[in-house]
């Protein structure tokens, strides 16, 4: 099972008050976000969702709690284009861009340090680099594309600051505008996470178009879901749990609807419990009310959603019955507070010198699954990274490289898994699509990929590699560099017998000369050999010779 280290959390005081917990969260920052200030006092994150674009600023303050100083919403439809959402119409693109421009000039009122993350949306469309380019270049926001996977994680790290449900085992539904993430979880163990496509935006879409709700519409979708949810079901089986939650718009407006049929809605709706069946009673209120125009008029109702809020529901209880949850409890808090609390630790370097709990125990669960001789990978690992260590400065590398150097070495070899044959490339089809990699942005996932993909053979090109073409021209830099230490710390176990015990690096006239300390007094000829043949791009790149001795 994969072991998640996320937070680090208070729980229930002595006199049975609730402490809001603090928490640890583990990464690493980026090339561009290495530039701000390592400690930030303000810091921002923005959801960019299918339905909505969300931000949240707030004060860091002590024991890295938060203090928010201000949300902002906006209902942009980024997924209101073509079906099945796999291109983003020219009017999406243009209202995300505004709506994050406008969100750049907030956060920088107040001096944030800022962190965005997309989901479904921009996920799956197949013209997502324009949005990306353009959110960059016009807003001055880094777009980080999310997994469905890493989406569920940073849910259930937001939620973990909301309710007191860290020594509890747990169930989490967060139903968004394009998808619908599922988590089973203890505490900082996250034991079960999918993301399946279903959400308020795309069964408005495909049933109730223009919110318009007509003959057995209700019926269909509800099949519809139960259908798309049998693998969820299937393979959740057994797992039991104490509690269940539910984050998002859809369960808060929902929530509050439950709650004004009782005559009184709560100023929060944080912590709410409101049952399944009183979930349905309020769907079919819903569904009865046939126009967007009839439903807004409903008490409790989020007007703003009263287009979408049928299909959304419809996820939410469908969900809910199949899993065989009673009772549903409401956490304000979801992915962009965790992406708050992830994007302080990235800020600050969290993992330096090291791959992280959550980040680290997901590559060797990869590596377990798909490599037969890990002893070797671990062992060339080390080696890269002390090359690593000892030619940072030289190559402008840095602790966010180092890491992501260490993770490539480390997933080099899991393309055997499908054949010896070229396995290279098959390492970079495994990493990219592997739903088993915890807490790396779609941006690291690709790099760790490419310094797999090109740890042998042919050295990366522009010209003849279209997926290292496509890298900004930094990240290219990166590949380069770190696929050039690993080939070389490849050569050094070639006998796949841990017989370098160390490397030693020192300047010579015209280069570098890279000095191995044995393990014993065995012979190292034959990895002097092979690390010196696969040196070039190395060399390359240190414009001078790299020499390989027995120190």
Same mark, same amino acid.
């Given at each position: 099972?994969? &072991?998640?280290?996320?937070?680090?959390?208070?729980? %229930?005081?002595?006199?049975?008050?609730?402490?809001?917990?603090?928490?640890?969260?583990?990464?690493?920052?980026?090339?561009?976000?290495?530039?701000?200030?390592?400690?930030?006092?303000?810091?921002?994150?923005?959801?960019?969702?299918?339905?909505?674009?969300?931000?949240?600023?707030?004060?860091?303050?002590?024991?890295?709690?938060?203090?928010?100083?201000?949300?902002?919403?906006?209902?942009?439809?980024?997924?209101?284009?073509?079906?099945?959402?796999?291109?983003?119409?020219?009017?999406?693109?243009?209202?995300?861009? %505004?709506?994050?421009?406008?969100?750049?000039?907030?956060?920088?009122?107040?001096?944030?340090?800022?962190?965005?993350?997309?989901?479904?949306?921009?996920?799956?469309?197949?013209?997502?680099?324009?949005?990306?380019?353009?959110?960059?270049?016009?807003?001055?926001?880094?777009?980080?594309?999310?997994?469905?996977?890493?989406?569920?994680?940073?849910?259930?790290?937001?939620?973990?600051?909301?309710?007191?449900?860290?020594?509890?085992?747990?169930?989490?539904?967060?139903?968004?505008?394009?998808?619908?993430?599922?988590?089973?979880?203890?505490?900082?163990?996250?034991?079960?996470?999918? @993301?399946?496509?279903?959400?308020?935006?795309?069964?408005?879409?495909?049933?109730?178009?223009?919110?318009?709700?007509?003959?057995?519409?209700? /019926?269909?979708?509800?099949?519809?879901?139960?259908?798309?949810?049998?693998?969820?079901?299937?393979?959740?089986?057994?797992?039991?749990?104490?509690?269940?939650?539910?984050?998002?718009?859809?369960?808060?407006?929902?929530?509050?609807?439950?709650?004004?049929?009782?005559?009184?809605?709560?100023?929060?709706?944080? &912590?709410?419990?409101?049952?399944? #069946?009183?979930?349905?009673?309020?769907?079919?209120?819903?569904?009865? /009310?046939?126009?967007? %125009?009839?439903?807004?008029?409903?008490?409790?109702?989020?007007?703003?959603?009263?287009?979408?809020?049928?299909?959304?529901?419809?996820?939410?209880?469908?969900?809910?019955?199949?899993?065989?949850?009673?009772?549903?409890?409401?956490?304000?808090?979801?992915?962009?507070?965790?992406?708050?609390?992830?994007?302080?630790?990235? @800020?600050?370097?969290?993992?330096?010198?090291?791959?992280?709990?959550?980040?680290?125990?997901?590559?060797?669960?990869?590596?377990?699954?798909?490599?037969?001789?890990?002893?070797?990978?671990?062992?060339?690992?080390?080696?890269?990274?002390?090359?690593?260590?000892?030619?940072?400065?030289?190559?402008?590398?840095?602790?966010?490289?180092?890491?992501?150097?260490?993770?490539?070495?480390?997933?080099?070899?899991?393309?055997?898994?499908?054949?010896?044959?070229?396995?290279?490339?098959?390492?970079?089809?495994?990493?990219?699509?592997?739903?088993?990699?915890?807490?790396?942005? #779609?941006?690291?996932?690709?790099?760790?990929?490419?310094? /797999?993909?090109?740890?042998?053979?042919?050295?990366?090109?522009?010209?003849?590699?279209?997926?290292?073409?496509?890298?900004?021209?930094?990240?290219?830099?990166?590949?380069?560099?770190?696929?050039?230490?690993?080939?070389?710390?490849?050569?050094?176990?070639?006998?796949?017998?841990?017989?370098?015990?160390?490397?030693?690096?020192?300047?010579?006239?015209?280069?570098?000369?890279?000095?191995?300390?044995?393990?014993?007094?065995?012979?190292?000829?034959?990895?002097?050999?092979?690390?010196?043949?696969?040196?070039?791009?190395?060399?390359?790149?240190?414009?001078?010779?790299?020499?390989?001795?027995?120190?």
């Amino acid at each position: 099972m994969l &072991g998640m280290m996320v937070p680090r959390l208070t729980g %229930a005081a002595p006199d049975g008050s609730y402490t809001p917990p603090m928490a640890v969260v583990h990464g690493v920052p980026t090339l561009q976000q290495r530039d701000h200030r390592a400690d930030p006092d303000v810091i921002a994150a923005i959801d960019i969702g299918t339905n909505s674009v969300h931000m949240v600023v707030a004060r860091v303050a002590n024991n890295d709690r938060f203090e928010v100083i201000t949300k902002e919403k906006e209902m942009v439809r980024l997924g209101s284009g073509r079906q099945e959402m796999k291109h983003l119409d020219p009017d999406a693109i243009d209202r995300g861009v %505004a709506a994050l421009a406008r969100c750049r000039s907030l956060a920088d009122s107040w001096g944030a340090l800022t962190f965005a993350v997309a989901t479904s949306a921009v996920r799956e469309a197949r013209n997502a680099q324009e949005f990306i380019d353009r959110a960059r270049d016009e807003a001055g926001i880094d777009v980080q594309v999310i997994s469905g996977r890493e989406e569920a994680r940073l849910i259930h790290l937001g939620v973990l600051q909301a309710l007191p449900v860290f020594d509890r085992d747990l169930v989490l539904i967060d139903v968004g505008g394009g998808s619908t993430e599922v988590l089973f979880g203890r505490g900082s163990e996250v034991r079960y996470a999918r @993301s399946v496509k279903l959400g308020s935006l795309r069964m408005t879409r495909e049933f109730f178009p223009d919110g318009e709700v007509v003959g057995d519409a209700v /019926a269909r979708c509800r099949e519809h879901v139960r259908a798309r949810l049998a693998p969820v079901v299937h393979e959740t089986e057994g797992m039991g749990f104490d509690v269940a939650v539910a984050s998002s718009g859809t369960a808060e407006t929902l929530a509050a609807m439950v709650a004004a049929r009782s005559g009184s809605v709560p100023q929060s709706m944080n &912590g709410f419990v409101m049952g399944i #069946d009183e979930l349905s009673q309020v769907i079919d209120e819903l569904a009865g /009310a046939r126009t967007t %125009a009839d439903r807004r008029r409903l008490p409790g109702l989020d007007a703003a959603r009263a287009d979408i809020v049928v299909g959304g529901g419809i996820v939410l209880e469908q969900v809910a019955r199949s899993l065989g949850i009673d009772a549903l409890r409401i956490s304000e808090y979801a992915l962009r507070e965790g992406v708050l609390l992830d994007g302080l630790h990235r @800020s600050r370097g969290g993992t330096l010198h090291h791959l992280s709990d959550l980040r680290r125990d997901s590559v060797f669960h990869l590596v377990e699954l798909c490599d037969d001789d890990p002893d070797h990978s671990v062992q060339v690992a080390r080696l890269a990274l002390r090359l690593h260590d000892e030619l940072a400065d030289r190559l402008g590398l840095g602790d966010a490289e180092r890491e992501l150097l260490e993770a490539g070495a480390l997933l080099s070899n899991v393309g055997l898994f499908i054949s010896h044959s070229r396995h290279h490339k098959h390492s970079y089809y495994v990493i990219r699509n592997s739903e088993h990699l915890m807490g790396f942005t #779609d941006r690291e996932v690709e790099l760790i990929a490419q310094v /797999a993909r090109f740890h042998r053979r042919s050295a990366p090109s522009e010209e003849k590699h279209p997926e290292f073409a496509a890298l900004a021209e930094a990240d290219r830099r990166v590949v380069r560099s770190l696929a050039a230490l690993l080939r070389v710390a490849i050569g050094l176990d070639r006998n796949h017998d841990g017989s370098v015990r160390d490397v030693r690096v020192a300047a010579i006239d015209d280069g570098v000369e890279i000095r191995l300390i044995p393990a014993d007094a065995g012979d190292l000829a034959m990895e002097v050999l092979t690390a010196g043949d696969r040196s070039s791009l190395l060399a390359e790149l240190l414009d001078g010779s790299v020499e390989v001795r027995v120190d």
